[in-house]
Structures are given as C-alpha cells and as structure tokens.
Nanobody, 124 residues
Framework: QVDLLESGGGLVQAGDSLRLSCAAS????????LGWFRQGPGKEREFVAAIRVSTDRTAYADSVKGRFIISEDNYKNTVYLQMNNLKPEDTAVYYC?????????????????WGRGTQVTVSS
C-alpha cells in the first residue's frame, strides 16, 4: 500500500509558477512509475506528466510540454511537478498517482494508487 498526499496548489495569475509536491508513505517510490493527472471542471481526468523512477525517463502531455517539469527525490520519497507559465486552461484538481510495475504510463487506468488531489486555479 502506498499513501500519496499532494500539496502546493493555490490561486495564481496567468504566467505565474507553482510547484506541486506529492509525498509518499508506506513504500519507497524507487520501484514505482509516478504520474500527475488533472481534472478540470466538467472534464475527465487527463494525463499531465509521468516519470519512471528507475531511469528518470519522463513523458508529458503536449499541452504542458516545455512548461511543466516532473521530478522525484528518492531521499524524501516525494515527486514534484514544477509548473511554469501557467495558463487559465491549467485550472484543475491535480492528482498524484503511482503504479507498481515501475513503467511509464500515460493512462488513468494503469495506476494503482492515487492521492486526493490539490486545487490549482489560474486567473487571467
């Protein structure tokens, strides 16, 4: 069992930056695949970014490529999402997720554990 707790969300203006954190407890994240997803108002949950901890290989949604950076800290057992040049369309609840096989997945259904989410609101 892995428990995930997101933090760092908030209300910002377009062009600002935020860093989301996801702290894991219960198991080391070293063998997991980790992802960030988001769900905007009235929308389905969508992929944002993922990282394969064992290789540091990453993947990003086209909508955030070049603006967002996913990273992880093994010692703190924490995964981060640095979000730069935020846009109003980035407004959503952001969720951290982990999957046991350690692969790099971009689909919701492949993840085994989820946090409760943190709200990010970007005003224009």
């Amino acid at each position: 069992q892995v428990d995930l707790l997101e933090s760092g969300g908030g209300l910002v203006q377009a062009g600002d930056s935020l860093r989301l954190s996801c702290a894991a407890s219960g198991r080391t994240l070293r063998k997991y695949g980790l992802g960030w997803f988001r769900q905007g108002p009235g929308k389905e949950r969508e992929f944002v970014a993922a990282i394969r901890v064992s290789t540091d290989r990453t993947a990003y949604a086209d909508s955030v490529k070049g603006r967002f950076i996913i990273s992880e800290d093994n010692y703190k057992n924490t995964v981060y999402l640095q979000m730069n040049n935020l846009k109003p369309e980035d407004t959503a609840v952001y969720y951290c997720a982990a999957e046991r096989s350690g692969a790099l997945f971009t689909t919701v259904g492949m993840y085994d554990y989820w946090g409760r989410g943190t709200q990010v609101t970007v005003s224009s």
